[in-house]
C-alpha cells in the first residue's frame, strides 16, 4: 500500500506552470480497502460516526474533470481552503471512487460551489453510473478546460498538485490556476443529511 501511494504521488509531482504543462495521470487501480485487521475491533461505531460527524454544517461542491472519454463529476461535501501562498485548496474522495481515476488521469479539476437552490443538481452528481450531465449546461473553465457548470455562484479551477491518503479517502490538493465568484448568492449547505440554506 505505502509502495503504491509513494509511486502514485511521484507521478503526480510538483505543481506546473502554463509554460510546463503536466502530462495526464495514470489513476491507480482500485485497491483492496482494509484498514482495520481481521479481529481487530473498530474504535467507534461507523454508524455513530456518521452521526456525529453530521452535526457538522458544510457547504456543498460539485467536482468536475475532463478526460478522453468527456466530461465527468461528483458531489462533494468535503472541500477546503488550505494555503494562501501558493494559493491550494484541498477536496476528499472515497478511494472507491469511480470517478476520481478519471479526474486523475485528467490531471485538473474544477470545484463548483454550489448555490442554496441547486440541491437537484447535486443529487444528480451524487448518482453512480448515470450520464450525471445529461441536461446540465457548462462551459470550459479557463485554465483547465474543466466543466464549470452554469449559475454556480463560484468556482475554482486547479490542477491536482498532490495527493495523500487517508484512510478509506484520498486527500486530493489541487493549485489554483483560476478562480470567480457572483457579486451574490447564498451557499447551499448541508446538515444532518439535509440540505439548508444560510438565514442571517
Known amino acids: 500500500m505505502a509502495a503504491?501511494?509513494?509511486r502514485y504521488l511521484r507521478s503526480v509531482g510538483a505543481a506546473t506552470?502554463?509554460?510546463q504543462p503536466q502530462a495526464p495521470l495514470e489513476a491507480l487501480p482500485r485497491p483492496d480497502l482494509r484498514a482495520v485487521r481481521d479481529g481487530e475491533?473498530?474504535?467507534v461505531d461507523p454508524g455513530e460516526f456518521r452521526r456525529v460527524l453530521g452535526h457538522f454544517a458544510s457547504g456543498v461542491t460539485v467536482v468536475t474533470a475532463r478526460d478522453a472519454d468527456g466530461p465527468a463529476g461528483f458531489a462533494c461535501q468535503s472541500f477546503a481552503s488550505l494555503s494562501l501562498d501558493p494559493p491550494l485548496v484541498a477536496f476528499m474522495v472515497a478511494r472507491t471512487s469511480t470517478t476520481w481515476p478519471r479526474i486523475a488521469r485528467a490531471g485538473a479539476f474544477c470545484v463548483n460551489i454550489l448555490g442554496?437552490?441547486?440541491g437537484a443538481l447535486c443529487r444528480g452528481f451524487a448518482v453512480s453510473g448515470a450520464d450525471k450531465f445529461t441536461g446540465v449546461?457548462?462551459?470550459?473553465?479557463?485554465a483547465t478546460g474543466s466543466p464549470l457548470l452554469?449559475?454556480?455562484?463560484a468556482w475554482v479551477d486547479c490542477r491536482?498538485?498532490?495527493v495523500h491518503t487517508g484512510g478509506d479517502h484520498l486527500i486530493v490538493v489541487g493549485r489554483v490556476e483560476a478562480l470567480g465568484a457572483a457579486a451574490e448568492g447564498e451557499p447551499l449547505l448541508f446538515h444532518r443529511g439535509v440540505f439548508g440554506r444560510f438565514s442571517r
Open 116 to 118: 442554496a437552490g441547486q
Open 4 to 6: 503504491t501511494a509513494v
Open 17 to 19: 506552470t502554463a509554460e
Open 160 to 162: 491536482v498538485h498532490a
Open 41 to 43: 475491533r473498530l474504535p
Open 137 to 142: 449546461a457548462y462551459e470550459d473553465a479557463p
Open 150 to 153: 452554469d449559475s454556480v455562484p
